[in-house]
């Protein structure tokens, strides 16, 4: 038996303190429902991510490190609705792939709304942001309450947006010049990241280029 390595070490190790805590708190992997794992190795190898980009009708382009499908949708959506923030860590590690080199800016986080805000406690875009190693700059706020923006078509999603944020003018001051790159946690038709860039853009902020955690694949975009 070949010697332990010790990223094997850390694997046991890590393995031992999660079987420690599925005796007081019970847990199943957020990809696949495996008993007393937070995440299995085979759904944590399926959150590799490999950047992917999508130009908006904007201009905008954004990098997303994953594939919003099986897998990896299964765990960001227990992130963000079943409130296991412990999944910030492996999201926020494939998050920061899709940031390439040579990409500068400060990082900004799209924000939640604030029933989005209350329901949860906690805002998924900036715990994954800081996962990745990042400390998102609080330029953004919500102006007005929105509609789920999940059962409308894209132009429905645009108007719906349509002035829903803002940058806060004294942020906007502090950051001189420097040019932002929206971090979000899942693009669909671009609108929510189009309407981030108008708010910046009003406000006489560059916007560099966005990241994000996933992307959904177009045979799920309602209204294409
Ligand atoms: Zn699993």
Redesign the pocket.
Known sequence: MPPPTASSLALSARRAVEDALAVVFPVS?A??D?AD?D??E??REQLRASARVRQLPGGLEVRSALVFDG?AARVIRSFKEDGRTGLARPLGIALREAWPAGLDGVPVAVPASRSSMRRRGYAPVVLAARRAGWRPFPLLSVARATADQRSLTRDGRAANLAGAMRARPSAAERLRGRAVVLVDDVVTTGATLEEATRALTAAGVAVAGAVTIAATPLRHRPGG
């Open positions: 992997c990809g696949c495996l794992r995440l299995c085979p759904c897998v």
